[in-house]
């Protein structure tokens, strides 16, 4: 069945009960009426065809007082019969007039634009006050159904403030401000038409039973060293320069999606995410980081700015970070790479390695003035194999200035690694470039003549 539009489709007794006596009018589903429901338009038509054709309405007092096709008022004490009734009711806002005029209650109608991914089971949920609880909307699926606003001559009022969400697993989430977005003083008894829609989410790859679980799943165990905190403000140094923000993520060494993951998981939370001192419900919290492309970037809220600590290091080139000051901030370049050894080396217990400039500034190698390369932590890129057959190394290719230099071009490296019983003297030139996918491979020959008895 679809909604009905048509008075025609509409049947006194059957979907339709009017009560002049306890002044009601009652919805019943069953015949044409389904929960699709019935525009306010369509009702209002029908009951002025009742009225003018049913020769025991006429005795009663008319219902309704139509304002436009979106808006009208319930007058001389009528109302609808009880909540499920006021439920079908779909494309028009009420107000709930008394028999003196006196406004009893107001209720809008909030209609959604745009699709669901899946209309059966996705279901939106509302704020209507500042830290309120969530409030799910009557069916799921695209919405279009009435909200109260004013209740009990205006003890309950809730025209100031209306928030909706629509979040679900694996889904791109969506949002609405309506107040802001549409530029209301207050809210009245009429319909809202707004854009809400979502879309599989092609960044989250793990369900919420293994996100929650945390290190008791296996290869789980980033999100359970993960939090969020809200803060009055504090600086980070990013690049050499100190900015301030406000909201910070640990990401407890996970890779910037399951860093979005955990976070997109927190804010569907019906508790407190903030791991401060600070109470923040994860549900009606603002979003936090937005992907775009393969870059994750931290968005602005109106607590300030979100920061990622403790992110894997690879993905520095791919964080954009938002401060409190609303402006982008991200590091300098991080060029990253691995050594790779061969089993010569990794067999070889005492086996060590080490990375110079081939000539940084006039400080060559092969010559006492050699420097050896530094890592994006300022540690020299050296040390032992220790049987591993890679070391993953940085670089700050944008500010690394040893030597003489010249920031952001590519580092010419000679790299030396040699063992004693396995692993002959082996070394090997390149360039560091600006990418993330750099290789210094030794490839060390057997050492057939190392004697030390």
């Given at each position: 069945m679809?909604k009905?539009?048509?008075p025609s489709?509409?049947g006194?007794?059957?979907?339709?009960?009017?009560?002049p006596?306890g002044?009601?009018?009652?919805?019943?589903?069953?015949?044409t009426l389904?929960?699709?429901?019935?525009t306010l338009?369509?009702?209002y038509?029908f009951?002025k065809?009742?009225w003018?054709?049913?020769t025991?309405?006429?005795k009663f007092?008319?219902p309704f007082?139509?304002?436009?096709?979106?808006?009208?008022e319930?007058?001389?004490?009528?109302?609808?019969y009880?909540?499920?009734?006021?439920?079908?009711i779909r494309?028009?806002?009420?107000?709930?007039?008394?028999?003196?005029?006196?406004t009893?209650?107001?209720y809008?109608n909030?209609?959604?634009l745009g699709s669901?991914?899946d209309?059966?089971n996705d279901?939106?949920y509302?704020?209507?006050?500042?830290?309120?609880?969530a409030?799910d909307?009557v069916?799921?699926?695209?919405v279009?159904q009435?909200?109260l606003?004013?209740a009990?001559?205006?003890a309950?009022?809730?025209?100031?403030?209306?928030k909706?969400?629509l979040?679900?697993q694996?889904?791109?989430y969506?949002f609405?401000?309506?107040?802001?977005e549409q530029n209301?003083?207050?809210?009245?008894?009429?319909?809202y038409?707004?854009p809400?829609s979502?879309?599989?989410d092609?960044?989250i790859?793990?369900e919420?039973w293994q996100?929650?679980s945390?290190?008791?799943?296996?290869n789980?165990e980033?999100?359970?060293?993960?939090s969020?905190t809200?803060?009055?403000?504090d600086?980070r140094d990013i690049?050499g320069?100190?900015y301030?923000f406000?909201i910070?993520?640990?990401g407890s060494?996970?890779t910037?999606e399951?860093?979005y993951?955990?976070v997109q998981?927190s804010?569907r939370?019906?508790i407190?995410i903030?791991?401060g001192?600070g109470?923040?419900?994860?549900?009606?919290?603002?979003e936090l980081?937005q992907?775009?492309g393969?870059?994750l970037k931290?968005l602005?809220t109106?607590?300030g700015?979100v920061?990622i600590?403790?992110?894997?290091?690879?993905?520095?080139?791919r964080l954009?970070?938002t401060?409190?000051?609303?402006?982008?901030?991200?590091?300098?370049?991080?060029a990253?790479?691995?050594?790779?050894f061969n089993?010569?080396?990794v067999?070889d217990?005492?086996?060590?390695?080490?990375?110079?400039?081939t000539?940084?500034?006039?400080?060559?190698?092969?010559?006492?003035?050699?420097i050896?390369?530094?890592?994006n932590?300022?540690?020299?890129i050296?040390?032992y194999?220790?049987?591993?057959t890679s070391?993953s190394?940085?670089f700050?290719y944008?500010?690394?200035s040893?030597?003489?230099?010249t920031p952001?071009t590519?580092a010419a490296y000679?790299a030396?690694a040699i063992g004693?019983?396995?692993?002959?003297?082996v070394?090997?030139?390149g360039?560091?470039?600006?990418?993330?996918?750099?290789?210094?491979?030794f490839?060390a020959?057997l050492e057939?003549n190392?004697s030390?008895?």
């Amino acid at each position: 069945m679809t909604k009905i539009v048509d008075p025609s489709d509409l049947g006194q007794g059957t979907e339709v009960i009017f009560d002049p006596t306890g002044k009601t009018i009652r919805l019943i589903t069953g015949g044409t009426l389904s929960d699709d429901g019935v525009t306010l338009q369509c009702l209002y038509s029908f009951t002025k065809e009742e009225w003018k054709d049913d020769t025991d309405l006429i005795k009663f007092s008319f219902p309704f007082e139509g304002i436009t096709a979106e808006q009208f008022e319930l007058i001389n004490g009528w109302d609808f019969y009880g909540q499920y009734s006021r439920q079908l009711i779909r494309d028009g806002g009420w107000a709930l007039k008394n028999t003196t005029g006196g406004t009893v209650e107001e209720y809008m109608n909030l209609t959604t634009l745009g699709s669901f991914n899946d209309s059966l089971n996705d279901r939106a949920y509302y704020q209507q006050v500042l830290d309120g609880a969530a409030i799910d909307t009557v069916y799921p699926g695209e919405v279009n159904q009435a909200i109260l606003i004013y209740a009990n001559y205006g003890a309950e009022n809730y025209k100031s403030y209306f928030k909706i969400y629509l979040r679900e697993q694996g889904k791109i989430y969506d949002f609405y401000d309506l107040i802001t977005e549409q530029n209301l003083t207050v809210l009245t008894y009429k319909k809202y038409a707004l854009p809400l829609s979502n879309s599989e989410d092609l960044k989250i790859t793990h369900e919420d039973w293994q996100i929650a679980s945390g290190s008791t799943v296996p290869n789980m165990e980033p999100y359970n060293g993960m939090s969020i905190t809200w803060t009055t403000g504090d600086t980070r140094d990013i690049g050499g320069t100190g900015y301030t923000f406000s909201i910070f993520i640990d990401g407890s060494g996970g890779t910037a999606e399951q860093i979005y993951e955990f976070v997109q998981w927190s804010l569907r939370q019906d508790i407190d995410i903030d791991a401060g001192t600070g109470s923040v419900t994860g549900q009606t919290a603002e979003e936090l980081l937005q992907f775009i492309g393969d870059t994750l970037k931290t968005l602005y809220t109106t607590d300030g700015g979100v920061y990622i600590d403790n992110f894997l290091e690879a993905d520095t080139n791919r964080l954009q970070f938002t401060d409190d000051t609303n402006t982008i901030r991200t590091f300098p370049y991080v060029a990253t790479g691995n050594l790779l050894f061969n089993d010569n080396l990794v067999n070889d217990a005492v086996a060590r390695y080490w990375v110079f400039f081939t000539n940084a500034g006039g400080n060559a190698w092969n010559t006492p003035d050699a420097i050896l390369i530094q890592d994006n932590d300022d540690n020299n890129i050296m040390g032992y194999v220790s049987g591993r057959t890679s070391v993953s190394f940085s670089f700050d290719y944008d500010n690394n200035s040893q030597g003489g230099r010249t920031p952001g071009t590519e580092a010419a490296y000679t790299a030396i690694a040699i063992g004693l019983s396995t692993g002959q003297y082996v070394s090997t030139t390149g360039s560091i470039t600006r990418t993330t996918a750099n290789v210094i491979n030794f490839v060390a020959a057997l050492e057939r003549n190392y004697s030390n008895p």
